[in-house]
């Protein structure tokens, strides 16, 4: 957190970000029954990942923000189970996009947890 001053700047809520307007054009060409359903727990997943990052950083402690990025992993793999589902289903198989975004995403918050739990 030394030289960013806000959460915004940090490119793993920026990609997340992109993987929300990602998932509500993934999810656009679902069946309709499944509005309440599948869509509605894919977008709620997908927005729960920058959201806990922004939490996370506005908790200003270090203990609490690593915790929250561990939810934002969490949801980031819950919404994963669910592209697998959506395309087993054949709701959209386009998942290519999606699936390398939630790989680089992971990625990033694993890093970042790591270089918290390094720092004094």
């Not at 919404?79 to 998942?95: G, H, M, P, V, Y």
């Amino acid at each position: 957190m030394n030289s960013i001053k806000s959460y915004k700047e940090l490119i793993v809520w920026q990609k997340a970000i992109l993987l929300v307007k990602e998932i509500y054009l993934f999810t656009s060409s679902f069946p309709e029954e499944e509005k309440y359903g599948l869509i509605s727990q894919m977008r709620r997943s997908a927005i729960s990942v920058p959201s806990n990052i922004a939490e996370g950083w506005g908790r200003m402690s270090k203990k609490n923000y690593i915790q929250f990025l561990r939810t934002a992993r969490g949801s980031l793999f819950e919404l994963e189970t669910q592209i697998i589902i959506s395309a087993e289903l054949n709701f959209n198989k386009n998942t290519e996009n999606i699936e390398s975004l939630i790989v680089e995403i992971s990625k990033m918050l694993n890093a970042l947890i790591k270089s918290l739990n390094e720092r004094e």
